[in-house]
């Protein structure tokens, strides 16, 4: 926290990237599929950016829990969570 960028951190960031984007409505929405060419253009350059030209490493993937189903805290300490 406070960092820069720490804002990305644990949350698939790419509406708010790729529209260069701070906002909580950009960074809770992942949905990209309405982006225009010049926001996909942006993306594409971050991505390059910390992928391939930085050599960040990959320390985890984020994945879509299914609908409406509560996780308990028992449920996540399974998976170090």
Known sequence: ???????F?????SRALAKMSFEDQ???NPDISDISSVE???????VNKY????EYPVV???STPPQRRPFTV?????FNG
């Open 1 to 7: 926290p406070g960092a820069s960028y720490h804002l």
């Open 60 to 62: 985890g993937k984020l």
């Open 40 to 46: 996909m253009d942006q993306l594409e350059q971050w």
């Open 26 to 28: 950009h960074l809770d």
């Open 51 to 54: 992928k391939y030209e930085k």
């Open 9 to 13: 951190a644990g949350r698939d960031a």
């Open 74 to 78: 028992e449920m996540l300490a399974k």
